[in-house]
């Protein structure tokens, strides 16, 4: 749980290592555009290295939390910070210089806005752009003007929020940016008297306690059942800071030791605002609690996705002693399964553990679930990849792993190592989750809501200094440059052969059974197709066919292709 003691700094990481994949693709299409101009590879293997450098666990030598101080921890973690601040200035180069190319060769006119979706199936979300004043968005497709809500305003331009829609599979969608006397709408408060603390869609009634802290009820309208645990003492997204641990096995690991005395102190004390925007509602409180003068809450629920997204804003004071911060997600599953996505699988750590595993706490990549009763509840943690399942963490080290509850805890930041890692945290913190339930949520539909949620549109705008003369000639609307067809998989990554033939796809299997899938032509014809070992060794051709090539997928697998590839004639 070392990730932990450096919340701030791993919530860029965990950002920009879920862009890192976007911005590798993207520069990829743009590259098989214009390949005048060689793909980036130095800056994308610049950008990984990076990532790889502060993920490694080591923040310190041994005096980074007995000498916080001192000048070689202060050096050795300005160092250590420093690797996600160049990722993420590396992934925002790549992006706008790939996106320009990408806007040279679409057959629009400027001014007009493009939203760019790396991933492999087409997908709803969530943009927010600068806009001049007096300008508005209109879908290039319908020319119907899009609905914006103002964010914020500044001299001259606005902050815009809006739902780009159906964006395709390894594609673009185009706006096209008009004049307009009318600003965009501002979201609107919404008290409902009779019920002043809910908001509600076709596939959720949300009730909070913002007094208590935290959601009392989630009554979701498909299984028609209430999906928080009642007789948790806990509220769903509930703020709690937990102090004491100082000198016991919770931090040690040595069985002389006494146990830890744990005091949990849950934030309370806000007042509930429901607003309404375009595309849903929301409902927010601000709390305050030890050690966090400020927590912000806002609780999004869309109109058209069964998904419920928390917004969690924290001001935290410098605390020397032993502490944590933990956000609970008390689900009503009696006999509880838990299961989580790892790096390239699902686990579940009542089977999958080996004997004298750590199940104190867990890394988790895309989504944790928990199964019980009829139910099936999964978190999605955007900023933070630490969860406890039952419990917090008391440093138990238990050999069997037997959870207390069917709440998941989002470990959002400790102190606990007393080696070489951070010792304070301090300052301004986001910590953001989504939620969804059913019946049996499937790993495969997990694992895609996950990269929807962790991976945002890349954006660019095209201004009317950008081209001179001829226009491309992409499709001025939306277009697609490849298709893989079928359910199942995910596609890890679009990348430029490190070789420099053709380039590199790489597929995932997420159902856990084997079957195929089938790549076929978009803007970008597959001329040929070979399937490579991991560090992109050719292995053997796969014949492409009249619709497209079947690629074999085994369970739970990793698939990677090369290929050639050419730009479809207009």
Partial sequence: ?????????????????????????????????????????????????????????????????????????????????????????????????????????????????????????????????????????????????????????????????????????????????????????????????????????????????????????????????????????????????????????LVYMRDHLPNAELRIHPAGGGVATVRTAPWGQTIGYTLSGLNAREIAVEIRLYNTEKKIEFANRVLKEPVNQKEAVYFAFPFAAPDPQFTYEGQAGTVNPARDALAGANREWFTVGRWARVNGGGLSAAVIPIDGPLATFGDINRGRWQEKFEPLSATIFA?????????????????????????????????????????????????GQLIATDKVGARGSLPASEAAFLSVGGDGFEIETLKPAEDGRGYVLRLLETSGRAHTVRIGSGLFEVERVWETNAVEDDQREIRIGKDGVGVALPASGIVTLRMSLRLAAP
């Fill in 411 to 459: 470990y959002a930041l400790n102190n606990y190592w007393h080696t070489n890692f951070p010792r304070v945290q301090s300052g301004e913190f986001t910590f953001r989750y989504v939620l969804t339930s059913g019946a049996e949520l499937s790993p495969a539909a997990l694992s895609r809501l996950g990269r929807e949620v962790l991976t945002p549109l890349e954006t």
């Fill in 1 to 249: 749980d070392g990730i932990g003691t450096d919340a701030r700094f791993a919530a860029g990481y965990r950002e920009t290592e879920s862009r890192a994949a976007a911005v590798e693709t993207l520069a990829s299409v743009a590259a098989q555009l214009q390949p005048q101009f060689a793909a980036p590879l130095d800056r994308l293997h610049k950008l990984w290295q990076d990532l790889v450098l502060y993920a490694e666990h080591t923040y310190t030598s041994w005096g980074g939390y007995s000498r916080p101080h001192s000048e070689q921890s202060v050096r050795q973690i300005e160092t250590k910070r420093f690797y996600v601040t160049d990722a993420r200035q590396q992934a925002y180069w790549i992006s706008q210089e790939s996106m320009s190319r990408l806007l040279d060769r679409i057959g629009v006119e400027p001014p007009a806005l493009v939203v760019f979706n790396s991933l492999g199936h087409a997908r709803d979300a969530l943009v927010e752009v600068d806009l001049d004043s007096g300008t508005e968005l209109v879908e290039a497709a319908s020319g119907k003007p899009v609905v914006a809500e103002a964010v914020r305003m500044g001299e001259g331009y606005r902050r815009v929020r809006f739902l780009a829609e159906h964006v395709p599979a390894l594609g673009y969608r185009v706006y096209r940016l008009k004049e307009s006397t009318a600003g965009p709408p501002t979201a609107e408060l919404t008290q409902n008297p009779k019920m002043p603390n809910t908001i509600e869609n076709d596939f959720y009634r949300v009730t909070v306690d913002a007094g208590r802290g935290g959601v009392t009820s989630i009554f979701d309208k498909q299984l028609h059942r209430e999906i928080v645990d009642a007789q948790s003492p806990y509220l769903l997204n509930q703020y709690l800071y937990v102090s004491g641990g100082d000198g016991t096995r």
